[in-house]
């Protein structure tokens, strides 16, 4: 059987694909000399069929079958034009890197055990082994044996072009006898698949993607997202914020994952977006990191000025795995539709000559590309992603972006109030009370400062400092607060009053009769 399966790997062409259960079933084995004639006496009854009937062609099949009675079926690894990377073909990947499938390849790929229970080969290691390319192992279920094999081979590209030929093509084949059949449909495949994303789900670590300045959507050997490990700290605990308005958004961003069935009960694409405003250092950024070790999810940072078009933009959309978080930072900047963020707008023209031609090039994501990359027909391809928009100038928005139903919640990230402070002392100092934070309290409530400002001062600047830091800490802090400025609208209010108040003053001892009339 072996060898009969060996043999199948040599030949690409002829195959005659049957779709079935969103993989290719193909004829199998005919790179023996036997198998070719059988193959060739298949097409020519299949040729002559239209003109003598189906029996030539069926009895051709039936020849076909006696001697080769082995099924075969391919899993892609790109299914739908290269556009998107398979869930089937990633689910057998993980599924054959299990140890006891694994242990029958002679060649393979090591990676590190993302779960670290150093599951993937033998106790105490770190490390994954699975199929290198070209390799072969046999499973067994339910007494039947199952063939897996590795392949890549070239894409046939019909076409003359100017851009990059596609990668290769990588898919693995399932053979197997046809008595097996029924139980391979029915049974083994749906098994494979729910093991290997259940063994992918414990082996997946968390990514922070964002997306390649030189991306073009038509070269296919350049993916459109880079990504690192996401090792961010935050949590919502951590975030300095009223703790109701924090137990509300929690609520809704737990509801939501858990909401799978809600959305389709509803007709909704699966996913929601945020919009968090507010000024700078408030905690905009910390609160996404915040979501995404709340959800388990993916952040996909998106830089849209780094989008070249519309169908660039949509090609990246597409690369988006579910779990996912996507970020659009300054979304104010972002979306001038020169495709330049705002400083680079105040450059003088001779600065911007000097910018290289590939940061140079405009990017063409027009308004409504964004709302489909948002809330379009693709974009509910993937499911279960939040959708999340920062800015510091939430007024400057086109509403069309950030209407309900596309931004579900708006979310003000203000500067700190006590309940806030009190959350970055325990943070920050351990500290629940001291006798310092009723004056705290005080200049907080007339005053404005970001957590970003509170948090940098109640960390100790020196290291001989940790030993009295509380004390010193929350002074410094109080005499930052001393020099921030007053709270905006009452300050200005307050300021503006005492000003108005003083020239009617003045003016009215000048000329009482007419200025009296002025100030009522
Ligand atoms: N609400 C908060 N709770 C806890 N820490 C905060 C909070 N806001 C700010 N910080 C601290 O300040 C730093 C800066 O915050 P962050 O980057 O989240 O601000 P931002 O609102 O995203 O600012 P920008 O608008 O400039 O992007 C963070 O590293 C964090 O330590
Ligand atoms: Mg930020």
Known sequence: MLSALTLTTEREKGQREIS?????????GWGSALASAMFLWAMFGQYFSGILGDRLGVYAMKLVYLFYPYIEITFEEYTGE???RSHAYAAVESYLSASSR???ARRLKADYDRSGSGSGSGPGSAIILSMDDHEEVIDSFSGAKLYWSSQIAPLESHS??????PPDRRFYRL???RRHRDL??????PHVLDEGKAIGLKNRVRRLYTNNTSYDSYDFRKLGWSHVHFEHPATFETIAMDPEKKRDIVDDLIAFSRGKEFYSRVGKPWKRGYLLYGPPGTGKSTMIAAMANLLDYDVYDLELTAVKNNSALRKLLLEIS???IIVLEDIDCSLDLSGKRKQEREKSEEEVKKIGSEENKESKVTLSGLLNFIDGLWSACGGERLVVFTTNFVEKLDPALIR???MDRHIELSYCDFEGFKVLARNYLGIKEHTLFEKIQRLLEERNITPADVAENLMPKKVKEVAVSVEVCLTNLIQALMESKLKSAKGEEEMLAGTVAKVVEEKESAAPSTLNDVAR
């Open 82 to 84: 290269l556009l998107r």
């Open 102 to 104: 694994s242990k029958h």
């Open 20 to 28: 079935k259960m969103g993989v290719q079933e193909t004829w199998a």
């Open 322 to 324: 579910g779990k996912a």
């Open 404 to 406: 309900r139903g596309r």
């Open 175 to 177: 053979s197997f006898h």
């Open 160 to 165: 003359i072009s100017f851009y990059p030929s």
């Open 184 to 189: 391979v449909a029915n049974s083994y495949i």
